[in-house]
């Protein structure tokens, strides 16, 4: 299982100004903690809870389908085109820069095992869009669509755009290349998906964006490029299991949420960094990012009064940002958090050769480039803490797709959690949604036309 240690919290080791005390705060909120923990457990199942994705790991049924789409086009699709947005993305690109092969759309087709290359077009990008679709053999390229709502701008134009470079190269065969992944019954994608006769995956109710990635949203891109699903699930099921536990003590999610959401209210942390010690896991911290911000970031409070909530989440990447923002981590405003992602045993190993040894350089020889990279994260959670920063260290003993099930599961969760904690609604996006029903006004869709014009007046004055 994960590891999570947060001694570095404490004020035992940072001092009463920076740190907890954490043996007291979980007695004082481990009552509150357990409430919580046995509420989201009991509620997961009501309708509108926003908590379907709970249940995504037992999901056998989505597996299987997704399992049997997947044996079925193998070998057909040289690339796998994603179209995807936000929550649409983020976890799929995130599981699959973990968990394929690094730099796997340089492998060739036998080192990916017949498996396709994948690309996420999650932005709207002229220049790197056309680039990339002129790179790309659309007739060997399967695309998925994702869009829960199935309206989302970015999503339909670039649908919309490479539906017909695609139907003018395969004529009406064209259609064997796009998967939808979208609402059960709602949304304009289903309604296309319908008339068009695509193969469609469901992206369940209740199951926000940034919740969706052990849905079919990430599930089908997995087996597609030869991830075993089975053992993503496996991983969230265990952690699910663990984090059942409602003694805080012994509940990882509740323990980093309780120091977050205390931190933050108490002792002026409003930033939480996520800062893995792994390239390849270097996405997970952009997907942690949207979870924590759309999460928490909430203007009103579920009793409906202003708060202005959130923790503002910050990506870094270890050991390259020892070389960028430590310096602002270590001596800048002492108001983040940060947490550590170390990886115990990377699947290789590289040696530093034993050159140069009359030189300064010569230390390294012998030495591997693990080692060296263990070191950096030593001393980075060294000086932090020397300098009365408070952080955390999240291990796994490996990269590998248990692991991972695992370790973002465990970060919804922790979400859920402290969303409870600061008594906000954790599965709604209204800032994001005022943001897209401006983008429609904008680009003239029906029914926005009150919202456009009051857009166009303003937009006149900045
Ligand atoms: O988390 C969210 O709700 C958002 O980031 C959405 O995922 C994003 O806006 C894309 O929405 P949709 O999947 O409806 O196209």
Redesign the pocket.
């Known amino acids: 299982m994960i590891k999570f240690d947060c001694r570095n919290a404490d004020k035992a080791v940072i001092g009463d100004e920076n740190g907890l005390d954490l043996a007291a705060e979980f007695d004082i909120w481990g009552e509150k903690v357990r409430n919580i923990i046995v509420d989201l457990n009991k509620s997961k199942d009501i309708p509108g809870s926003g908590l379907q994705w709970m249940n995504l790991g037992y999901s056998q049924e989505t597996a299987w389908y997704v399992k049997e789409y997947a044996a079925l086009v193998k070998n057909r699709f040289e690339n796998l085109l994603i179209l995807g947005?936000?929550?649409?993305a983020l976890g799929g690109m995130a599981v699959c820069h973990a968990l394929l092969r690094p730099y796997w759309n340089y492998l060739s087709k036998e080192e990916r095992n017949g498996y396709p290359r994948i690309f996420f077009l999650d932005n709207v990008d002229p220049d790197s869009t056309v680039s990339l679709l002129s790179h790309l053999d659309l007739k060997k390229t399967l695309v998925n669509v994702?869009?829960?709502?199935g309206d989302?701008t970015e999503?339909m134009a670039q649908y919309m755009i490479i539906k017909n470079m695609l139907e003018k190269e395969l004529g009406d065969d064209y259609r064997k290349n796009i998967v939808a992944t979208t609402d059960m019954r709602s949304g304009i994608l289903r309604q296309i998906s319908e008339q068009e006769g695509y193969k469609t995956f469901v992206v369940p109710d209740d199951v926000?964006?940034?919740y969706s990635v052990f849905s079919a949203v990430g599930l089908l891109p997995f087996a597609l490029t030869g991830i075993d699903i089975d053992e993503v699930s496996n991983g969230i099921k265990d952690m699910d299991l663990a984090l059942k536990n409602t003694d805080i003590r012994q509940n990882i999610a509740a323990q980093n949420a309780l120091i977050h959401h205390l931190l933050d209210t108490k002792k002026g942390k409003h930033i939480s960094v996520m800062m893995p010690y792994s390239s390849r896991l270097k996405y997970i911290s952009d997907w942690y990012t949207?979870l924590w911000a759309?999460s928490l970031g909430k203007q009103y409070n579920l009793e409906g009064n202003i708060v202005f909530n959130g923790q503002t989440p910050l990506k870094a990447l270890g050991a390259t940002d020892q070389h960028s923002v430590l310096q602002l981590f270590n001596e800048g405003p002492n108001d983040k958090i940060i947490n550590f992602i170390r990886v115990k045993e990377f699947d290789n190993t590289l040696e530093i050769p034993k050159i140069f040894e009359y030189t300064g350089i010569g230390y390294l020889g012998g030495k591997s480039i693990n080692q060296l990279i263990d070191a950096e994260a030593d001393s980075t959670k060294v000086t932090l803490t020397d300098n009365k920063r408070p952080n955390v260290t999240i291990t796994i003993d490996k990269i590998d797709a248990y692991n991972i099930g695992q370790l973002l599961y465990m970060f919804e969760v922790q979400t859920a959690i402290s969303a409870s904690l600061y008594n906000i609604n954790g599965f709604n996006?209204p800032g994001?949604e005022q943001s897209?029903n401006y983008v429609y006004a904008l680009m003239g869709r029906a029914g926005y036309e009150d919202s456009a014009q009051n857009l166009h007046s303003k937009l006149s004055l900045v």
């Open positions: 947005i936000g929550g649409s994702i869009t829960k709502s989302t999503i926000g964006g940034r949207q759309e996006q994001v897209k």
